[in-house]
């Protein structure tokens, strides 16, 4: 497991119980996010104004056109303006897509140092003998950070040609990928009645000697922790698929996944009844539920963020 700069300086601090360097650590780390967000605040700036250039020729198409219809006629001359006024917009829109990737991309990398963050202050916890005992978060907090995580999920946007990449909605890891600590994860843990259950965790850690994870039950309630091989993780979308692009990213109707039941930290057997029909849309799910008569609960919404693949048998 290749770890930041951020989190091997705390590691590293902990095990000396040095205080300073981690301090140190998370002060660098503030300074990039502050120069990310002042570049991130200049990308903004600069989509406004190519904005702002690429209209003045948006209003000449527009005219052109109302000037042809008046006339009733399609002239070399307006062939040719149009030709030349529909490559200058295509050239304007290509410009200011470069800077709104640049901008994502500024973004992406603000949460990822948020995150680093976060795992860096969970560690140093978990090493901090002097400090009390952690408070267990509200159901309600959780439940509504559980949602914040699936609304600020982020949407694939490739370039023409591109095909989404792993763990872009549907699509499942590579064999070989390793989920990073602070990753989430649809984990198959055993139950206190012995019975398997299928739970939302976070990735602590992955030993590349035994093949296993260390993972962290979400809800803090149970706060438990699981040594788990590969076979009983699943990594969970790092990215929504976009219906209107890449349709074959998204689970089908009627596919058998697991999908994270409304209310819960569990991942439940379901029928996909309805795929998402927009980018901001989510699932729509139909759990297996032996109380109805057919079988299935009623539908209910499932976010991208909380739908993984089933490898179970459907059943009959």
């Known amino acids: 497991m290749v770890l930041s700069p951020l989190l091997c300086s705390v590691c590293a601090c902990s095990a000396r119980g040095s205080v300073t360097p981690y301090a140190m650590a998370l002060v660098s780390a503030d300074s990039r996010i502050a120069e990310l967000l002042t570049e991130l605040h200049q990308l903004i700036k600069q989509t406004q104004e190519e904005r702002s250039r690429s209209e003045h020729n948006l209003v000449n198409i527009q005219k052109t056109h109302e000037r042809m219809q008046t006339e009733n006629k399609i002239s070399p001359y307006y062939r040719t303006k149009l030709r030349g006024l529909y490559t200058t917009a295509k050239a304007d829109a290509e410009a200011e897509c470069n800077i709104l990737r640049k901008a994502l991309d500024k973004i992406a990398e603000i949460k990822s140092l948020l995150e680093e963050r976060r795992i860096a202050a969970k560690i140093a916890g978990l090493y901090n003998d002097s400090e009390p005992p952690r408070k267990t978060m509200r159901r309600g907090v959780l439940m509504t950070l559980l949602q914040q995580s699936a609304m600020t999920l982020p949407l694939w946007i490739g370039k023409p040609g591109d095909k989404p990449p792993p763990l872009c909605g549907a699509i499942p890891a590579s064999g070989d990928y390793v989920a990073k600590p602070g990753d989430k994860v649809a984990a198959r843990v055993k139950a206190v009645d012995g ?64 999908a994270l039941y409304p209310q819960t930290t569990c991942f439940y057997r379901a029928l996909i009844h309805t795929p998402p029909q927009r980018p901001q849309d989510d699932y729509s799910v139909l759990f297996e539920d032996t109380s109805y008569a057919d079988g299935y609960s009623p539908p209910l919404n499932v976010a991208q963020r909380y739908v993984v693949a089933c490898k179970e048998p459907k059943k009959k």
């Open 195 to 258: 019975d398997e259950q299928w739970i939302l965790a976070e990735v602590v850690s992955y030993s590349h000697a035994t093949n296993k994870y260390e993972v962290d039950d979400i809800d803090e309630e149970g706060k438990e922790r699981h040594t788990l091989s590969r076979r009983r993780i699943i990594p969970l979308p790092q990215w929504k698929a976009n219906p209107e692009t890449d349709p074959e990213a998204l689970f089908q109707k009627e596919q058998l996944v697991l």
